[in-house]
């Protein structure tokens, strides 16, 4: 598995996660990261979680023939892809919905029997009395915090 990211922070996170491969793609094209931790063999499934042209272009123009793109990030605006490439390289672009009932459930799952590791993606804890407080915290933190939490 890779994870990319533009923001240090974020990687170092992942990496705490257990997500030994990350990259800033600012520093090494999604290529270059691939090759380094795939090989010359590729990757054959690309998740696209930001939706931003750029990393389905990125996603559409490195991974390996006959793979799958699944788009699950929300596009604010539309995006353009090279259906050509796409064609080419006998890909698949899957959209999924997100949030669905029984994904809960599979990460309440994984959650408790302690198979996915968290701790570093909480960044901190505010009682519901101080929820204001909560989001001018984050709006505080210039991008260096993952997800602050209101606790009822």
Known sequence: MLFTDLSDYRLAA??????????????????????????????????ECVGVEATVDA?????????????????????RVNVSLIQDRELSLIGTLMYKHEDYHRAVELLDAGAVVTGPLETKHFPFERYLEAYQYILGQNGRCMKVFIDL
């Not at 800033?24 to 380094?36: Q, T």
């Not at 559409?60 to 995006?79: C, D, L, Y």
């Open 14 to 47: 992942a990496y705490q996660c257990g997500l030994d491969n990350t990259s800033n793609v600012r520093n090494e094209p999604l290529g270059e990261a691939a090759r380094r931790v795939f090989g010359d063999d590729g990757f054959d499934v690309a998740i």
């Open 59 to 79: 996603a559409i123009e490195n991974i390996a023939k006959g793979g799958r793109i699944v788009a699950v990030g929300n596009f604010p605006e539309k995006p």
